[in-house]
Structure formats: structure tokens, C-alpha cells
């Protein structure tokens, strides 16, 4: 079966930086589009960040826009979620995605990984 991975979530200050990472296991992550998500208590899901599978980047966010990168290593099968000056408001499971198709507009995914807590508290 199919699984994406996510790791590297956790407790940070506000005003901190994380870095997660979301891992393939049994498929190549090349080509693929790869989104990150979050979802806080009580609120629905949404997106943050897309990276497609040619590597172009796609902001769903304005609130992390400057704050928040995606970028891919193709190699270690890896895509990164680098986040940058965290808020309380940031608090939330992040899930990472997989778009075969490799476009970052569709938001129908075909692979969802299971999530990883940030909490962001001083």
C-alpha cells in the first residue's frame, strides 16, 4: 500500500522554526504534486503549500506567505515543509498530499499521510 509519511512536528515557541517532512514509502514522490495541509481543533482543513512535480510552488495561504517554504529532494524521496517565525495561530496537524497529476490546482489528491502535531506556545 501506498503511504506518505509525515515527520518532524512538535512543541516550538512562538516565534520558532520547524521543518517537516514527508516521506514516500513504496512509490517515487517524483512527478507527483505534494500539498501540505493543516487542520486546527475545531476548524476545517486548509491548505498551506503546494510544490508540483516540475517544482513550481503554489501559496494557499496568505497567512504563511513569507513564513512558510516547500521545496523537494527528489533523491531522499522527501518533500520539506520549512516553517519560519511561528505563531499560536500555526497550532494544527499538518498532513501532506500527493497529486499524481502533478498540478497543484486540482485539490483532488490521491494520497494523504496521517499527520503530524505542531503546537506553537510559549
Known amino acids: 500500500q501506498l503511504q506518505l509519511v509525515e515527520s518532524g512536528g512538535g512543541l516550538v515557541q512562538p516565534g520558532g522554526s520547524l521543518r517537516l517532512s514527508c516521506a514516500a514509502s513504496?512509490?517515487?514522490?517524483?512527478?507527483?504534486?505534494i500539498g501540505w495541509f493543516r487542520q486546527a481543533p475545531g476548524k476545517e482543513r486548509e491548505g498551506v503549500l503546494c510544490i508540483s512535480g516540475s517544482g513550481g510552488s503554489t501559496n494557499y495561504l496568505d497567512s504563511v506567505k513569507g513564513r512558510f517554504t516547500i521545496s523537494r529532494d527528489n533523491a531522499k524521496n522527501t518533500v520539506y515543509l520549512q516553517m519560519n517565525s511561528l505563531k499560536p495561530e500555526d497550532t494544527a496537524v499538518y498532513y501532506c498530499a500527493a497529486d499524481s497529476t502533478g498540478v497543484c490546482y486540482r485539490f483532488e489528491y490521491d494520497y494523504w499521510g496521517r499527520g503530524t502535531q505542531v503546537t506553537v506556545s510559549s
Open positions: 513504496r512509490f517515487t514522490l517524483d512527478g507527483y504534486a
